[in-house]
Structure formats: C-alpha cells, structure tokens
T-cell receptor
C-alpha cells in the first residue's frame, strides 16, 4: 500500500523556536518522489521542495531544511527560528510511478508572537 | 508568469443544483490535475489531462462528475445534482513535462458549500 503519515495534527510554538514536522511514507517502489507543500489560510498549496528516492542528501533553504532517510522511510521538515508567517498547514506528499500525488493529512503549525 | 487560476473562488449552492468550476493552468503546461480536499484532510486525486486527453479518473469521481479540457488549455469540472457530501475545496494543478516526478503547481482552489 502507498501511504503518507503525518502523525502530528497540530503544533504550536512561540516565535523563534525551531520546529520539526514529521513525515513517514510507505511504498514498495524503488523510484518515487517526495514533496512538501504549505497551505496558508488562503487555501492555495505552495510548493516547497521535491526529492527523488535516489537523492538522500539533506537540503537547506534559508530557515527551512529537510531530512530524508530511506532507512526509516521518513522525510522530515524543520523550520529554524520560526516566524508568525510560517503559520499554515503543511502537507507531505508521495508520488510513485504515476502522476498522482498521495498526500498526508497535514500538520497545522501555529506560531505565536 | 502567472500561476494557476481558478474560478470561482467560492460557490454556495443548494442540493440538487449543478455547478461548474474552471481552471486555467500555467501557460504551456500540458498536464492538468484536479484534486478534492475535505476539511482536515489532504487533497485527493480526482482526474488528470494531458493536453485534451483525460488519462485517468479516480473512483472518487462518480457519474455526477465530469471534467473536460477541450482545447488543451483551460479545464472545467462539472458536478451534477450536487449533494451535501460534495462540499469541499476543489484544487487544480498543472505541470510541464512528462508528469511522473514533476512538481505540480496548484491554484487557489474553489471552495464549494452545498446546502
């Protein structure tokens, strides 16, 4: 079965705290792709990152970083020094050898000033 | 370069009415996708097009749903005889290239409420 699990339903932090959003996926495919999207209150899904299964190198983009570990089937997302503007629902998604994205149920992040 | 646009952004309708949503993909993107997102859930795939051809439909897409992309540019999603269970956010996405592994860029969605 193909599945994405985001066990954290909601996380609340105070501004400037670091926060990690967990993502665990299931697939038997050797080739697959993983994504993170941000959904602010306006509703639009904003693309953050794409990773293929052959590239386990961690990535950093400003305050954002991603840790991909095939051994634990995880693709976690860390925001360093969180800001109020980071408040949103974050979705992790899996794409196998088809065009379809399989999304997790999302993690709602609230950053308080 | 404009992103994916959807119209309307919000729609309130009475049960039993028909509704139609429109999606304009990013210019020159040949693949277009429809997803549905209910409250507290992640988006779920409905259907997708490569140019004007509809290549796959989810089991979620009942006979009351129909999607078209007549000229390979914009797409419409029609729901006939709406039911309260159709209340959801309908998201459209587009991508260039072969599709598999490509990043899908989403529009702002159409939020449907069926009374």
């Amino acid at each position: 079965a193909q599945k994405v699990t985001q066990a954290q339903t909601e996380i609340s932090v105070v501004e400037k705290e670091d926060v990690t959003l967990d993502c665990v996926y299931e697939t038997r495919d050797t080739t697959y792709y993983l994504f993170w999207y941000k959904q602010p209150p306006s509703g639009e899904l904003v693309f953050l990152i794409r990773r293929n299964s052959f590239d386990e190198q961690n990535e950093i983009s400003g305050r954002y970083s991603w840790n991909f570990q095939k051994s634990t089937s995880s693709f976690n997302f860390t925001i360093t020094a969180s800001q109020v503007v980071d408040s949103a629902v974050y979705f992790c998604a899996l794409m196998r050898n088809t065009d379809k994205l399989i999304f997790g149920t999302g993690t709602r992040l609230q950053v308080f000033p | 370069d404009t992103g994916v646009s959807q119209d309307p952004r919000h729609k309130i309708t009475k049960r039993g009415q028909n509704v139609t949503f429109r999606c304009d993909p990013i210019s020159e993107h040949n693949r277009l996708y429809w997803y549905r997102q209910t409250l507290g859930q992640g988006p779920e795939f409905l259907t997708y097009f490569q140019n004007e051809a509809q290549l796959e439909k989810s089991r979620l897409l009942s006979d009351r749903f129909s999607a078209e992309r007549p000229k390979g540019s914009f797409s419409t999603l029609e729901i006939q005889r709406t039911e309260q269970g159709d209340s959801a956010m309908y998201l459209c996405a587009s991508t260039a290239g072969p599709g598999v592994g490509e990043t899908q860029y989403f529009g702002p969605g159409t939020r449907l409420l069926v009374l």
